[in-house]
């Protein structure tokens, strides 16, 4: 049975950081692309960052890019978010997701195999 549980969400301040985790277990975690997308309340599921299977190749939206970096642990199964000045507009439901042999612009879509059930990250003003 494949699992994908994210951690590490909370309340932070306008500026802070938070640093979102996601462990997998039930799956060749090496040969997934990985991806962390994000949904906030009357709004559509939105890309935030990926990561590919095979290099390593990382994507951002613009709207993270320079804030936000994405990395991964094959050895722990475990792909990492660390979020930096972080802005009221960044809260949002935070997902985790797998999908095999993910790469490239494939990433950027919610096409994911597996999903987490979410973490909640509040930024307050």
């Known amino acids: 049975q494949v699992k994908v549980i994210e951690s590490g969400g909370g309340l932070v301040q306008a500026g802070g950081s938070l640093n979102l985790s996601c462990t997998t277990s039930?799956?060749?975690?090496?040969?997934?692309?990985m991806g962390w997308f994000r949904q906030a309340p009357g709004k559509e599921r939105e890309f935030v960052a990926a990561?590919?299977?095979?290099?390593?190749?990382?994507y951002y939206s613009d709207s993270v890019k320079g804030r936000f970096t994405i990395s991964r642990d094959n050895y722990k199964k475990t792909v990492s978010l660390q979020m930096t000045r972080l802005k009221p507009s960044d809260s949002a439901l935070y997902y985790c997701?797998?999908?095999?042999?993910?790469?490239?612009?494939?990433?950027?879509?919610?096409?994911?195999?597996?999903w987490g059930q979410g973490i909640q990250v509040t930024v307050s003003s």
């Open positions: 997701a797998a999908e095999h042999g993910g790469r490239g612009q494939r990433l950027l879509t919610p096409n994911y195999d597996y």
């Open positions: 039930g799956l060749t975690f090496r040969t997934y692309g």
């Open positions: 990561i590919d299977w095979g290099e390593g190749e990382s």
